[in-house]
């Protein structure tokens, strides 16, 4: 049952355009959300993360949008730069659950072209 | 060094065989999760350690999965007799656990990319 759902398996955006990353979750009992952002090869680490209680949140080029009514949540990358070319998960919580315990989705691979 | 060390970054071994693989957290971090990727999947939640609590098992596909953790250390998963869904990247990550003021990020490792042929 994939409770986190990342419906766009690749993205390709020019240098220095927006890139918008789309999640859609279907447990509206999560209350915390994450993007990690991952190499080949690498482990996924930690770009940014918002609680339920906010619906923006922002951090240099990066800012996640949350619209609870519609269960949704974005990541902006704006100016895209070459080095942002990774994919991108999206994770949930929920404070019930056992601490921490993330859902991902299956992941958005981003482009970002000359 | 700083980061969560995961050993051996790869391995290959023939159906039926059983493996073992090591995570070393953060030091300090009280919490350590195993989740493995599967080909093209997002990451799927394994297992979860919090201090000397009983660890959530909930996300072990099978009997044949186990994992240990020895105090705030180190943690072993092992997959016995293995099968070929069981080729996976399996990522361990830490973190500073329900003690810390608000949801901390998880630190992942590298991951042991397993091949099971």
């Known amino acids: 049952d994939q409770q986190v759902k990342q419906n766009s398996p690749s993205l390709s955006v020019q240098e220095g355009r927006i890139s918008i990353l789309n999640c859609d979750y279907t447990n509206s009992m999560f209350d915390y959300f994450l993007w990690y952002k991952k190499y080949p090869a690498e482990g996924p680490t930690f770009l940014i993360s918002?609680?339920?209680?906010?619906d923006k949140n922002e951090d240099g080029r990066f800012t996640v949008f949350l619209n609870k009514s519609a269960k949704h949540l974005s990541l902006h990358i704006v100016p895209s730069q070459p080095g942002d070319s990774a994919v991108y998960f999206c994770a949930a919580s929920l404070s019930t659950d056992s601490w921490g315990k993330l859902q991902f989705g299956a992941g958005t691979q981003v482009v970002v072209t000359p | 060094g700083a980061g969560v060390s995961q050993s051996p970054s790869n391995k290959v071994t023939e159906k039926g065989k059983d493996v073992e693989l090591r995570c070393d957290p953060i030091s300090g971090h009280t919490a350590l999760y195993w989740y493995r990727q599967r080909l093209g999947q997002g990451l799927e939640f394994l297992i979860y350690?919090?201090?000397?609590?009983?660890?959530?098992k909930s996300g072990l596909p099978s009997d044949r999965f186990s994992a240990e953790r020895t105090g705030e250390s180190v943690s072993t998963l092992t997959i016995q007799r293995t099968q070929q869904e069981d080729s996976a990247v399996y990522l361990c990550?830490?973190?500073?656990?329900?003690?810390?003021?608000?949801?901390?990020?998880?630190?992942f490792g590298d991951g042991t990319r397993l091949s099971i042929l």
């Open positions: 350690f919090q201090g000397n609590s009983a660890p959530d």
């Open positions: 918002i609680s339920s209680i906010k």
């Open positions: 990550a830490s973190g500073r656990g329900p003690g810390s003021m608000a949801h901390q990020p998880q630190h």
